[in-house]
């Protein structure tokens, strides 16, 4: 190591994104504690991919998927947080890189979708990506794509429609905000395709609803999603 490599060392450790702790040598990203208590998300539901409470699915039962089938890596919690923070409002490749690979381990070791066509990811609207500067979602779906060898369309999907965060929003008007919030880019042929769109979390589903939607009316033959987690 450099005396350089060994100054920022000393003076800018590298931290544990989930727990701020300093990383090991042999560390990266996440601390060997934290990694170790990430566990894929596989007791669901087998099309929404909900998890069941009492062995029963809510989300099935209200009626209110537009997609085939749905599956997240994780459960929703502090540490998952943490790194979709960073890969969201940071635009650290590094953590894409890092989700990209345990979501190829979770998709070789469930194998959810029978068969994919294209992968692409929930847009931003051009006000907020000029903004952010980046999509995380496309970070993500690159990285997913070069795992595992499917057709990467970014732009597949575009956002006609400004919407407000959905963060603080009831049920109703997550589905009202990003109603009507779509278009399909009409460069591409999408129809008797199986279609998986990507997003960072699975919360009440209305804006993966709204593009599933989308796809649907447009001839799209099977539409699964897939999120990182599972609010």
């Known amino acids: 190591m450099s005396f350089f490599s060994l100054f920022i060392e000393l003076f800018f ?111 931003l609207h051009k006000i907020k990506k000029r903004s952010r500067g980046f999509n995380q979602s496309e970070y993500l779906t690159r990285e997913i794509a070069d795992q595992m060898k499917w057709d990467h369309i970014p732009n597949l999907i575009l956002r006609k429609k400004f919407t407000e965060t959905q963060t603080k929003l009831t049920k109703k008007q997550r589905r009202v905000n990003v109603s009507g919030a779509f278009k399909l880019n009409p460069k591409f042929d999408v129809k008797n395709k199986n279609i998986l769109i990507v997003d960072d979390v699975f919360t009440t589903g209305a804006t993966i609803n709204s593009a599933s939607n989308l796809l649907r009316n447009n001839g799209v033959n099977k539409i699964y999603v897939l999120t990182i987690a599972r609010a």
Request: proline share 4%; glycine share 6%.
């Open 13 to 123: 450790p590298k931290t544990c994104i989930g727990c701020h702790s300093r990383l090991e040598n042999n560390e990266h990203i996440l601390c060997k504690e934290c990694k170790g208590s990430l566990e894929f998300l596989s007791d669901v539901c087998e099309v929404c991919g909900s998890i069941k409470k009492n062995g029963v699915c809510n989300v099935c039962e209200s009626g209110e998927i537009s997609f085939d089938k749905a599956r997240s890596v994780f459960h929703f919690n502090k540490i998952i947080h943490n790194l979709i923070h960073e890969f969201k409002y940071n635009e650290m490749k590094k953590v894409s890189k890092y989700l990209g690979k345990l979501t190829e381990e979770y998709l070789n070791k469930f194998q959810p979708f029978e068969h994919v066509d294209i992968i692409t990811p929930i847009p």
